[in-house]
């Protein structure tokens, strides 16, 4: 089957909470969420096609996983899964989102180097498609069966990720295995077919505040008022890093903030403000980078989830101001850091 033809990814809806199993008709079935880059795997009984959750082919980025999975793959069949790279000392491995996200480049020699170096696998979840029919409208227990039947003894770098019915182990999946990179917990009923595109699962991530330093803002891609807040938080060495940055605020809020923000946009001695940009990356491109700086005194605090290095691991969620917060007491050390878990630990 072509990739083009392949149905979009089932999604998920977020809840606060790991529901419990009678909350859907039919039950539902816990199983880990993976960091890293959803994928639609197409093995036609010969070659591997692998197309992303937006359409985009991944087939020449993981050279590594289209050899291993044409010969792992007992039967054509379509699966839908996460790729991930695993880095670390046995014992001590995690889940590496950096890593991972370097295998997107555009020259295939670096692609072949990182393959070799850092090589990905294939968290195989689901069943779409067994030797040309269509497991769409099965329910999910029974395509749970077919895959186990199918990757369930497959080596690696094929793993299937594990599942329960039993809400107190997915809740201590919630804690323990984010310590080896992973995301939260996904609920799936077990009685539903696959809908494409809908978010008919349920997925339950982790969400902490902090205190963080308001650096500077972006203006919106609009010219009208505030796109984006940079952030930052003060190491041990008391230098202010850029740990990322709040979005998401409705029209009238990015005008309002314009105004809030003005006494402290930093200028120049002839009251030109003072020109300023964020470092590029290879995710930059010709993005605009530029960004206004203020004085460093103002607080905030924001919702997050994760932390990749320094840095706040996706964009993060602006909940309030904090007048009573000096900023030099927002510091790296506030911050809830997950005990270490080995994923291997995840994977048996």
């Excluded at 003072?274 to 206004?292: E, H, I, L």
């Amino acid at each position: 089957m072509e990739i083009s033809a392949l149905p979009s990814p089932m999604l998920a809806k977020a809840v606060d909470a790991v529901p419990e199993p009678d909350s859907v008709d039919g039950g539902l079935s816990y199983e880990p969420k993976w960091d890293g880059f959803r994928a639609i795997v197409a093995f036609d009984g010969e070659n591997v096609e692998i197309g992303s959750r937006g359409a985009k082919m991944l087939t020449r980025y993981f050279p590594e996983l289209t050899d291993a999975l044409s010969r792992l793959l007992a039967e054509p069949c379509v699966l839908d899964g996460e790729i991930v790279v695993p880095t670390g000392e046995a014992g001590n491995q995690r889940l590496d989102w950096e890593a991972l996200t370097a295998r997107i480049h555009p020259a295939e020699s670096r692609v072949r180097m990182l393959a070799a170096e850092t090589p990905a696998m294939f968290v195989a979840f689901d069943l779409l498609e067994q030797r040309g029919e269509s497991l769409l409208d099965v329910p999910f227990a029974e395509r749970r069966e077919r895959l186990e039947a199918l990757v369930g003894r497959a080596a690696h770098p094929l793993h299937l990720t594990r599942t329960t019915t039993d809400v107190a182990l997915a809740r201590t999946w919630l804690v323990e295995f984010e310590g080896a990179g992973l995301d939260g917990v996904v609920a799936k009923p077990l009685a539903a077919g696959y809908a494409p595109g809908k978010r008919v699962m349920l997925k339950i991530k982790h969400h902490r505040t902090a205190d963080v330093v308001i650096v500077g803002y972006r203006v919106h891609k609009s010219g009208n008022g505030v796109g984006s807040l940079l952030l930052g938080l003060y190491d041990d060495a008391g230098v202010l890093r850029n740990v990322g940055g709040a979005s998401a605020f409705s029209n009238a809020r990015r005008l309002e903030l314009v105004d809030e923000l003005a006494p402290l946009v930093r200028r120049d001695e002839d009251g030109t403000v003072t020109s300023a940009q964020t470092d590029r990356s290879r995710f930059s491109g010709s993005k605009d980078v530029s960004f206004v700086p203020l004085e460093p005194t103002l607080v905030a605090e924001v919702q997050y989830d994760q932390m990749e290095g320094m840095r706040f691991r996706h964009t993060v969620q602006f909940s309030r101001w904090r007048p009573d917060r000096e900023a030099t007491s927002c510091r790296f050390d506030q911050l809830d850091r997950p005990i270490a878990y080995d994923l291997s630990d995840v994977l048996d």
